[in-house]
């Protein structure tokens, strides 16, 4: 059998190479015969649509042989190869692909107007409009604008792509989500995320669940005349993703998206090396003259810690139509490998959507995403790795790692890249996520009414979770005996919404239109978790998935144990009207009835109303023929927000134990939160009013926009006296305000001009927050960082000022005790008549410190030649603070425990008198140095290029004729390149959106509180170098 096998081997072999060396003759002989051919020529004329003449029509070959324009009188004459394309292209229309054959001709080609910025199809809720008729204000971005930015999520790849929509990353680690704010924070204690309405149906999940691959659209409604259709749950705006879909007519097409590459550390953490730690410990009294501190040893703990990561996303789809029906499915694969060790996100998803008529008035369709995802590594934190000394040794005499650094004062486990890769399967932190998110519909045209229709939709979700954590014997401890330990959640989400529909649209007398919608829908969400956590766990093998072997006590955490549920019901009338094209009303009337509040107050209606006035369509704009559209728009609306806890009125007792001696315990019950039968709706009323505007066949288009939104009867804790028993309770108090201006402007600066192309597109926003009232009539929360005048987003802290210098006045009495070099805050109280302080510095220096920006926006620009593209995406911001807690007191800074290591920065010591930061000194209080946290607060001006791609278009070739592809694209591209005009950049060299917090709303009394976005030790910003093909056939 060997033999048989070698043999037919060989025999093999000798086909292969008798293939190949024909397959090369045949290459040879083809290109000699295409030597030797001169090629064809084509000569004709080129028109519009009504038979009028083009001139200056860019004309080329696909093969890039030649190019050409037409004349004055329309008329061009080219010699290009034998069965190659011409392509013609002009400003405002859609290109032209004609075959030629293998002789000469005359051609007649006609051009046809191209759908501009006035036909583009905008999803508005429930309906689809012209963007021409649309008087509320959307945003919009296609998928294939997404596509050129490849991410994670889709959160991701909008980033600075709308005015308006601000995105920022709460973490850098592998699989993170990402805050997404349309038009400024409204409430302080309800939800400020936007809905997320996934092809016509609310998506419970989270947006980082669909595949960005996926999306045809994203359309964003930003004021209350557009978002008003959905209720309550459009009260922080809507992102409505549409999917792609097959297409009618159209055969089957297959479509493979794949992206890879690597990634590295931005930038590392700007710490301090050997030598100068020994130096500021010498500066600050604390050498010891001990082996362990030598400059001798000099110790990058980053370098031995980050690893190389990398990124790889495979995605694959077919889809077809017929007249009746199409069909849509694909499945994709995405793993990020994170630079910090055993860091790994990947999920699997599948997808698949079917539409189909039956008969004449019938059809139906149904829509399913599917994903399973993991989020993977090591319990490891930055601040082990941060912190340690640069002076430590890290290897034994045999040239061994340590597991334990042995120093004075200090033993900290060793954190290194190849220490925690040998321990990952006994020091690991895992989430296993599988959602599934399903909808079905049926609609039925009403065969005696003409436009009217009727829908149901029903939407059948379920999302679990199960998380679990291990931390072996002895992992991450000085002590090797320490216990292992190991602790698991489970959650389960289940959701379904019924909505019926009934639609009416008509045009009468070919100028009125008319389109009226009415909806009844109910919905109900059910959410439950359990969790539990064990020590002494028999073996490594159990890790966490069997606690109930654990030899030593099993706890379950009352605060871990949570069931939720919660029902909406609405109703919902919309009718939009528009004569001619020039006139556009739209009127919205929806109530919703929630079972989250108090039983007098569970239904809440909201109207809504927009007109618009398209300038362009009117007579006496006929000769201006420049102006495409020129509309204005105005409306106002009133949106709610119920997005509190479900149990919000009602009282609740939670328990306590009780130990009466003797091993005697018993469980006690005390009130922790008072009811409210009169909790209501907060709710938000705001004023649009916006310009839409198209220039030169569409060449310059773009929105201005001005916003008010006041938000009142704001969903609060309200503090109670001590004696009360209780510390606070749910109420309807308190007052926001949001007002803004927004531009976005997109531009064909070169379309086709011998082959080049550039589009570029810029938008720039901002909004001013403030709050106007708060509850009982008091002008300021000091414990949440809540002041009546002022934006939400505030730090509430001294103001630096520099440093306390030799012979400066009054520092015996501002700072008694004090010393020079001590950092310098401003002083806010009075004078005695001899102009002495007449106090020292206290809690009543503080100041209110604004985060918000002046302004901020994104751009994007394309410049291409003939099939070769590059682009960048990018972003900036004006003014604003960031906070480093790396550089603050609760960083490193000065506080010299132990052997920690400590932020490079320019301290201040006799010979060093201009520095920015205070003289070092040991770790004599937890406020240590005095007002550190003042040395956390950066300008976070920037401007950051998102990324950078060059990428080829095959365009068409015989050769892909042959095999069947119909596209093909190829691209290289860099993420996260760099940034400019950042001051935390200059003197850090770090990322200024490296975030560690800011994932959350309610204010909470944890440093900065948990709505500010602040860099911290989560994780470093990543640079990724990227290659990617895209592919049809």
Known sequence: MISVYKSGLRRQRKYSIRAACVSLLLFFCSAYVIAQDDGVGISGVVVDETGEVLSGVSIRSSAGTASTSTDDGGRFTIRVPANSTLIFSYVGYTAQEIKVGGADQQLTVTMVAEASALDEVVVVGYGTQRKEAVTGSVATIGGDQMRDVPSANISQALQGRLPGVQLSQTSSQPGATTQIRIRGTRSLNASNDPLVVLDGIPFPGSIGDINPNDIKSIDILKDASATAIYGSRGANGVILVTTNKGQSGQPARVSYNSFQGLKNVFSKYPMMNGPEFVALRTAAGQYQNGLDESDDVDTDWQDLFYRTGNVISQDVGVSAGTERGNYNFGGGYFQDEGVVPTQKYSRISLRGTVDQQLGDYFRIGFTTNNNYNVTAGSQVGLYSVLSMSPIANPYNEDGTWKRTIRMPLDDPWTVSREIIESVQDQWLNETRAYATYNSLYGEV????????????????????????????????????????????????????????????????????????????????????????????????????????????????????????????????????????????????????????????????????????????????????????????????????????????????????????????????????????????????????????????????????????????????????????????????????????????????????????????????YGNRNKLVALSSGQDRDENNWWFVGHPIDVVFDHEYIGLWQEGDPYLDILEPGGNVGMIKVRYTGDYNADGTPVRAIGPDDRQIISMQPNFQGGFNTRIAYKNVDLSAVGMFQSGGKLISTLHSSSGYLNLMSGRRNNVQVDYWTPENTGARYPAPGGAISGDNPRYGSTLGYFDASHLKIRTLSLGYNFGQHNWMDRVGIDQLRCYVMVQNPFVLLSPFHRETGMDPETNSFGDENAAVTTTYQSRLLTIGTNAPATRSFLFGVNLAF
Not at 528 to 534: D, E, G, K, V, W
Not at 536 to 550: H, K, S, T, V
Not at 737 to 756: A, H, M, P, T, Y
């Open 445 to 764: 045209s009403v065969p005696w009414v003409e436009g009217l229709k009727y829908r149901i939709n029903l939407g059948l979700d379920y999302r679990q979770s199960n998380g679990g954590a291990y931390t072996g014997e002895g992992i991450n401890s000085n002590n090797p005996t320490t216990p292992s330990t190991a602790s698991i959640s489970n959650s389960h989400t289940y959701h379904w919404v019924v909505e019926n529909l009934l639609s009416y649209d008509r045009t009468f007398a070919g100028k009125h239109h008319i389109n009226i919608t009415g909806l009844y829908s109910a919905e109900q969400n059910k959410f439950n978790r359990s969790a539990m956590a064990a020590r002494d766990i028999p073996a490594d093998a159990f890790q966490f998935y069997n606690l109930g072997q654990a030899l030593g006590e099993i706890t379950i955490d009352p605060a871990g144990q949570q069931y939720e549920l919660w029902g909406l019901m609405s109703w919902m009338g919309r009718v939009m009207y528009s004569y001619d094209d020039r006139y556009m009303l739209s009127a919205t009337l929806r109530s919703d009835g929630s079972s989250r509040l108090a039983t007098s107050h569970k239904w809440h209606t909201y109207p809504a109303i927009s007109a618009g006035w398209n300038i362009g369509r009117e007579a006496f704009m006929r000769d201006v023929s420049f102006v495409d559209m020129l509309k204005l728009r105005v409306g106002y609306g009133q949106t709610s927000n119920q997005a509190i806890a479900p149990y919000a009125t009602l009282g609740r007792l939670n328990t306590r134990p009780y130990n009466f001696g003797n091993d005697n315990y018993a469980v006690g019950y005390y009130v922790s939160q008072l009811p409210n039968a009169g909790l209501g709706w907060e709710y938000s009323e705001t004023w649009n009013y916006g310009v839409d505007f198209a220039f030169w066949n569409s060449r310059l288009s773009g929105t201005l926009e001005y916003y008010s939104t006041q938000t009142k009867d704001l969903l609060m804790n309200v503090n109670l006296p001590s004696t009360a028993g209780v510390g606070s309770y749910t109420a309807n108090v308190g007052q926001t305000q949001n007002k803004g201006l927004e531009l976005s402007l997109n531009g064909v600066i070169l379309e086709d001009r011998n082959g080049w192309t550039w589009e570029a597109g810029i938008n720039i």
